[in-house]
Structures are given as C-alpha cells and as structure tokens.
C-alpha cells in the first residue's frame, strides 16, 4: 500500500510529506508532521526464470576453526531485485553480506558474480571486479576516513577501480552528493561535519561512484532516527530503480524490510532458513522462526489492512554457535520439534514457486504439525490472527 502526503513543504533533504503513517518494531507515529515517509512503489515480482546476477553455493565463514558464522548457504539474487537478509543479532546476516563481497574470507563454497567465479580471482582481479559490487556499511562514521573530505572519499573508488583522473573524479563526487540530496559546495567538508543521516548519504554516494550493478546495504537505517530512516529508505529506493541496481538489504527492521524488499531471506544460526517474495512472507510466513520474527511487529489497531498477530513467545536458549545442536538448528526453541527434528537436519526445499523453507514441519504442512504435536503430547500451536495483542512479551 502506497502512503499518499496529504501535503508536501521544503526540506533541506527531501520533499516532506505534512502527513502520513509509519512504523516500526517499537516505535509508532501517526500524522505527524516534518518527517517524510517511506514510499511504496509498485513493483513486479521477479522472473525466477532470468539468471542470477549474484550466486553463492555453499557458502561457509569459520572464525578461529570452531566458529561457524555462515554454514553452507545456497542464495541467488536476480539482477534488479531487492533481496532482504532479516533475523535477530548474531545471526550471520552482516558476515554473509562481507562474503558475498569478499571482504570477509569464506572458508568453503564459492560466489559466481556475472557468470564469473570471484571466490578465486586474484588480489588485481578482485579489485577491478569490485567496481561492480559496492557496499554501504551500518556505522557511516567509522567507515568514512575522518582526515579526508567527502569530496576525496566519495571519489576513491573511482580512481582505484576506473582509473579516473583526480579532477573527473571530483567532478563526479559533486555530482553523486547532489543526486543523494546533499550540497555540491559540502564537498570539501570533514565527516565530523555532518549529522548522522547526512553521514548515510555520503556512504551511499561513495558506494554509487563507480557505477556497479550490485551492492550490499547492511543495516543502512539502523542507527538513525524514524524521520531520517525513511529519507534514506525513499533515496536508496529511488536509486534502485533508476539505476536498476541489485541489493541485498541487511535488517532486523521488518518494518523497514517491508518497504524496501522484493524477496525476504530469514537467517537464524548461519543458516538461511526460508526465502520468500515479499508479500507471500508478510501474508503468511512457513518456518517457524520466520512466525516468530513476525510476530513481533506491532500492528496498528483499527486498520483493515494490517494483521494483527498473535504474539510467539520462543523458549529455550540461543544455541552456542561454537556448538550448534544437532539435526535443526532450531529445535532447541521450535514448539514442534520431534526426534526427527533433533536428528536429522532438513533441506533448504522448495515448498511452492520461488518459496523455499528449511524445516521438516512448515506452516504449509498442518497436518504434519499436529502430528508433531502429538508426538510431544502437546495440543498443536495456532498462529491466527486475533483483534488485539494482548499476550505477554517475555
């Protein structure tokens, strides 16, 4: 559904709608006004039938030989598409984000970007490579050089991967920080010199410098406040599209995700258990943990067109990465673990078009469910929607 301002005004940034509704987990605001709002473009689904732009086949990342942060993933990103990466911290969504670029060192698998294999490439090959797939990292001010200008910073990349000279490439830095809504006259500013969203903006411009077909957000509006977050999200949505840029988008914001992505993937202990497009998963999601997460976004109350929940409370502990249990990573926390469950891990299977899940019971399955909750001699779980949250969040 598309937010429509009823009014717009001048804002340094962006045109401001005076009113307009946005939410995320936490936090609810309601025509308000001096804040935009996310957009909601439409969008058509991906054609599953197109190649992928970006591949990764048993993609795995070892820290310290014990540690296993990214475990065999399989993933395909269309060229185009907006792929969100979503689950709780520490699930290994930053670290596959790092692998896919290569700046983290994968320990198994490979990654095949535009028919070409770069989990080998060289150090030289990897560089001009990288002209094509870019990231934005979730700590602006740590990933910008405090002793440089933003003019110089955003302009790097095109002299390492383009081989621009000094001045085009300058010139091309005014250009990128007028296009993300700054002025061309900051260029010659320090990073300490701006706000945090403005700070956002110039990673965005630094990631666009050298024109690539993919680029990795990771958690880009995490840190910044609900008006700024949906400033970025309307500019990094506008760029998609007019650049038809490929993305992979790194949030625990499913809030933020619903508005961005057109695939969602859901990782929980390095593992990435279901993949969905975006409104097949909001409608009805099939892992258990992809109900859980979901259940936790607020809903406002009153409106046809949200579903409110039932809240799903996980018990148990996180397992200890070092250590993960046997057979599903998440029986330690899933209401219908069985003794197949603790033995055998399930398959990343493909359920219906374009969805797959990893779990031996998904929400498609009623009937396997309520045998699994006979085998634990439970009643079987309902997550339906009901008229008010009124459970308990532990």
């Not at 540690?67 to 689950?87: I, P, S």
């Not at 005014?174 to 990073?191: I, K, N, T, W, Y």
């Not at 031996?360 to 699994?372: C, K, N």
């Amino acid at each position: 559904m598309r937010v429509r301002p009823s009014g717009v005004r001048d804002h340094p940034d962006t045109r401001v709608p005076r009113s307009f509704r946005f939410w995320t987990p936490g936090c609810v605001l309601a025509r308000r006004a001096d804040h935009p709002s996310p957009r909601r473009e439409p969008e058509h689904p991906v054609n599953t039938r197109r190649p992928p732009l970006l591949s990764a086949s048993g993609l795995s990342v070892t820290y310290g030989g014990s540690v296993t942060a990214v475990c065999e993933v399989d993933l395909e990103v269309a060229e185009g598409e907006t792929l969100a990466l979503v689950g709780e911290s520490g699930c290994g969504k930053s670290t596959l984000g790092r692998a896919l670029l290569r700046l983290e060192p994968a320990s198994a698998g490979t990654i095949t970007f535009a028919g070409t294999d770069i989990s080998r490439l060289s150090r030289a090959g990897l560089r001009l490579a990288r002209a094509d797939m870019q990231m934005v990292f979730q700590d602006p001010m740590g990933s910008l050089n405090p002793r440089r200008s933003i003019g110089a910073i955003i302009a790097e990349p095109l002299r390492q991967t383009r081989g621009v000279s000094v001045a085009d490439a300058l010139r091309r830095a005014r250009e990128l920080l007028e296009r993300v809504g700054l002025s061309a006259s900051m260029a010659d500013r320090r990073p300490h010199e701006f706000s945090g969203g403005q700070r956002q903006r110039i990673g965005i411009a630094r990631a666009l410098a050298s024109s690539p077909r993919f680029i990795v957000a990771d958690e880009p509006v995490s840190a910044l406040d609900v008006s700024v977050q949906a400033q970025v999200i309307n500019l990094l949505g506008d760029l998609t599209r007019q650049e038809n840029l490929t993305m992979v988008f790194i949030s625990h914001d499913l809030g933020v995700v619903r508005h961005v992505a057109t695939r969602v993937a859901v990782m929980y202990l390095g593992q990435i258990v279901e993949i969905a497009d975006r409104d097949d998963f909001f409608a009805g999601p099939e892992h258990p943990y992809s109900e859980a997460l979901l259940s936790a976004v607020p809903a406002l109350r009153g409106d046809p067109s949200e579903v409110v929940r039932e809240r799903i409370v996980l018990r148990g502990e996180l397992p200890n990465p070092a250590a993960p249990p046997a057979g599903c990573r998440f029986n330690t926390r899933c209401a219908y673990a069985t003794d197949l469950c603790l033995t055998e891990t399930p398959a990343l299977r493909e359920i219906t078009e374009g969805r797959m899940v990893r779990c031996h019971f998904p929400a498609s399955d009623p009937d396997g469910r309520a045998v699994a909750a006979v085998d634990r001699d439970e009643d079987p779980i309902e997550h339906t929607a009901i008229s008010s949250p009124t459970k308990e969040i532990a």
